[in-house]
């Protein structure tokens, strides 16, 4: 197996357009696990986690702007987190602080897993994901980006250069559903953002479909049914109305982690908390 480590983005589109089936290396956190337990037999591995222009994060035209190589942890950072809550508290529920300090945001997009923990908070803050080749750039949303479990829309040649979000004025939730609070694959995910200029909520899910969805019916009835100048939080048919519609925009399945009707409740209940979180 042959190893090049890439030191600009340059340099890794130079090496992806001479050797299209060369796999990407970040943090590792999914590679090494196909590798070890999956049978996983790459021929040819481009290093990209010392390339410059994908790491870190910056402000700009009331946007952030977050390199491809940004670590969980680096998310978890107040600075950042004061930007995009729902993002850092999705990070910080990934994993092991091992894992936290290797994983990557875009190995997170690029392995398209339907528990992807950053992939629910990215939906509900209309993420612009931009790739790169030799060929050129382009833009994409979320879901042209991933498309089914573990499927995304990269050619063999394009590599995730950043990710950029909008800096949005009202809190964010992030909740989680697992076995134990940390270290764990997903059973239900939700993420809550809160616009107060636009008086709207945006609400995304994670694990209960395919893909990451937004429900667009419960974001589009509490955006009339929510009492915008009160400071107590929403009445209780409200609550219950707006769980109600947030498990409907789930399609789940059973597996050997839960069931789907389980996956739905769970839904309902943390579409509830976090309403209830921003809206008090």
């Not at 970040?26 to 996983?40: L, P």
């Not at 080749?133 to 995730?160: F, M």
Request: contains cysteine.
């Amino acid at each position: 197996m042959s190893v090049r480590v890439a030191e600009s983005l340059e340099e890794v589109c130079d090496l992806l357009a001479a050797n299209p089936s060369a796999s990407l290396l970040a943090g590792g956190t999914d590679f090494m696990v196909e590798v070890n337990y999956s049978g996983r037999r790459p021929a040819s591995v481009i290093a990209i986690d010392r390339v410059p222009e994908l790491s870190g994060w910056r402000r700009h035209n009331g946007s952030i702007e977050m390199g491809a190589a940004l670590t969980y942890a680096e998310m978890e950072h107040p600075l950042f987190a004061a930007y995009v809550p729902a993002l850092a508290q999705a990070a910080r529920t990934v994993g092991s602080p091992q894992i936290r300090n290797a994983g990557t945001l875009g190995g997170n997009l690029a392995t398209a897993s339907p528990a992807g923990d950053t992939l629910p908070p990215l939906a509900a803050l209309d993420a612009r994901i931009t790739v790169c080749s030799v060929r050129g750039t382009r833009e994409l949303r979320l879901d042209e980006l991933i498309v089914g479990p573990k499927q995304n829309t990269l050619a063999a040649d394009e590599v995730i250069r950043s990710v950029t979000v909008p800096v949005i004025d009202g809190p964010q939730e992030f909740l989680k559903v697992g076995t134990r609070n940390a270290m764990v694959i997903s059973v239900a995910t939700v993420a809550l953002v809160l616009d107060r200029a636009r008086r709207s909520v945006r609400l995304a899910l994670g694990s209960v479909a395919p893909v990451p969805v937004r429900a667009t019916e419960a974001e589009e009835w509490i955006a009339d049914a929510a009492d915008w100048d009160s400071p107590e939080p929403p009445a209780g048919d409200v609550l219950a109305r707006f769980g109600e519609l947030a498990a409907a925009a789930a399609s789940p399945i059973d597996d050997h982690r839960s069931t789907s009707a389980y996956r739905r409740h769970a839904v309902a209940v943390m579409a509830r908390r976090a309403l209830t979180r921003v809206l008090s």
